[in-house]
């Protein structure tokens, strides 16, 4: 079984996914995290963002490998737990940047596609519904407007001690949705086929009922 949670960043699909698949008893998989661990690398080489050549260069530099523990996804880079180190708003600027990239998109699709020969997943993204698994059982699009997105993300970041504002908050999700949606590259857009949850004012449960929802309306009680 396969459900695909997509949608721009702060919707909360990562919170959704993880309580679904712990719900359902199947792995839940973060794919941003990927593309971060990527943006952590060249970051951490002096690379800049804009510096596509030498980007997909040090895509031969890089083994990335997911490992599962009691649930919990830990991304290896090169054999190294990246751990929270990929959590930072620079790194999640560098992800975006590094995601536009069509060879980087390649370089991490089998290691997406390859978790799903063995277990049933829930997977976060923004083009799992239209290009990792375009035939996924359940395809969710979570959305909600900018505002409330970058609200949480803030109170997210007050909580772990970060300190920024809530303009700057909002106007880095705003360039991250720019380019995120528009790149030629799988843009992150609903999947024609997928259904859209729009949270925007729901709290968490509210939004996990309404997710669960569509999955039985897809697949049946389960
Ligand atoms: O979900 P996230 O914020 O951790 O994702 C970080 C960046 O990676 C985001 O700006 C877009 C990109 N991304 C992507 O292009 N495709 C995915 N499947 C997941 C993330």
Do not use: W
Not at 16 to 34: Q, R
Not at 99 to 109: D, G, T
Not at 142 to 159: G, Q
């Amino acid at each position: 079984m396969i459900i695909a949670i997509d949608g721009p960043s702060g919707a909360g699909k990562s919170t959704l996914a993880k309580n679904i698949a712990k719900k359902l008893g199947i792995v839940y998989v973060d794919t941003g995290a990927l593309y971060r661990t990527i943006g952590l690398y060249v970051y951490n080489k002096g690379i800049s963002k804009d510096e596509s050549e030498k980007i997909v260069a040090a895509l031969n530099e890089i083994n990335i490998k997911l490992d599962f523990v009691c649930g919990a996804q830990k991304v290896l880079l090169n054999g190294v737990d990246v751990g929270d180190s990929i959590r930072t708003q620079n790194i999640a600027a560098y992800a975006s940047a590094v995601s536009a990239i069509i060879e980087v998109r390649a370089f991490l699709l089998d290691t997406q596609r390859n978790i799903a020969k063995e277990n049933s997943i829930v997977m976060d993204g923004r083009d799992i519904g239209t290009v990792i698994f375009p035939n996924a059982d359940v395809k969710i699009f979570l959305t909600a407007n900018d505002v409330s997105r970058a609200e949480r993300r803030f109170a997210e970041l007050a909580e772990k001690g970060t300190v920024t504002t809530f303009e700057k908050v909002l106007e880095e999700m705003r360039e991250r949705d720019h380019n995120d949606s528009t790149r030629k590259t799988a843009p992150a857009i609903p999947a024609d086929d997928s259904i859209l949850l729009d949270n925007s004012g729901m709290t968490l449960e509210e939004t996990e009922q309404a997710a669960l929802e569509i999955i039985k309306s897809k697949l049946g009680n389960i």
